[in-house]
């Protein structure tokens, strides 16, 4: 889980009527004449998200607005797809975020509607709104907002996620198999209501489930490394490399990202450290 930077929002209005302007299709006319007036109304409703770091709020879903603008909006979120006329709001988004900013685990292929363009009409061409997510968390995060705030999805753009460790790791080793179990740091330098938060995400996309499937993956690749650092150094070797390594993840990913977390907590383990690896991955 990571934040990302936050989208310029300069061509927000010019972005808002070109999806909503009138066009013939199939001999009907689609879009929706909004007046000057009633698209500087909508950029008061993208005023408004900004100043509440994207929380939902009733005034967001623009019930003053008409039921045609509303829906105007809604559908010319179909314009931001790749060869359209809004794709360049797509093509910014994706540019630079190299794997989706929740799981950390797959590229983003799709953008997520931080709050729902089923019940905030306004927001669905608004950049700030459309977070670049993988497939699987885009489909586990839902299409609603809770009323709870405990449930509330962070957002990437206008919320700051603590620059503290806070995901933590705890790896067992049995049967010939290899368990971590990802969970939030109870004892980490966070405000409760962040750790909750975060323990939410963890569990609503299935995060440890999801991980599991990876791990053996990543380490495969670690084990001509680890293998020489015990013949050279023993475990002390193996550590030090987990850690080493640790650090070049976390400065490419981030803190939190789950390799770099792995490692650390690898480190940690007494048995891994000296040669238990073997049992459990292949060499």
């Known amino acids: 889980m990571r934040s990302l930077a936050c989208p310029s929002r300069d061509e927000a209005r010019d972005y808002l009527a070109a999806a909503v302007e009138l066009y013939i299709h199939g001999g009907q006319q689609k ?23 994207g929380a939902p709020a009733e005034p967001l879903k623009g019930t003053g607005l008409t039921v ?50 089923s019940a905030y009409n306004p927001l669905a061409v608004y950049p700030r709104n459309l977070v670049p997510l993988c497939h699987d968390c885009n489909q586990s995060k839902g299409k609603s907002v809770a009323d709870d705030p405990t449930q509330h999805f962070f957002h990437p753009y ?17 049967d010939g198999g290899l368990v971590a ?14 750790r909750s938060r975060l323990a939410f995400v963890l569990e609503r996309l299935k995060l440890n ?28 070797g193996v550590r030090n490399y987990l850690l080493a390594q640790a650090d070049v993840e976390s400065a490419r990913f981030h803190l939190n990202h789950w390799q770099p977390v792995l490692l650390r907590s690898l480190a940690e383990h007494a048995g891994f450290c000296g040669g238990d690896f073997a049992a459990v991955l292949p060499t």
């Not at 879009?31 to 509440?52: C, I, K, N, Q, R």
């Not at 806070?166 to 080793?173: C, S």
């Open 68 to 117: 045609a603008f509303r829906a105007a909006i809604h559908n010319g979120y179909e314009f931001t797809q790749s060869g359209r006329k809004l794709a360049a709001i797509r093509a910014s988004l994706m540019s630079g975020v190299e794997l989706c900013p929740i799981c950390g685990i797959a590229p983003p292929r799709e953008l997520d509607h931080h709050l729902p363009r």
């Open 158 to 174: 206008l919320e700051d996620l603590p620059n503290v460790p806070f995901l933590r790791a705890t790896v067992t080793l049995h």
């Open 31 to 53: 879009g929706y004449p909004a007046t000057g007036a009633e698209l500087d109304s909508v950029v008061a409703l993208y005023d408004a998200y900004d100043a509440g770091f």
């Open 181 to 194: 179990d990802f969970d939030i740091d109870p004892g980490a330098a966070i405000d409760a209501l962040v």
């Open 209 to 236: 489930e999801r991980y599991s499937r990876e791990i053996n993956i990543y380490l495969t690749s670690q084990v001509t490394a680890l293998r020489m650092s015990l013949e050279w150094r023993g475990a002390d």
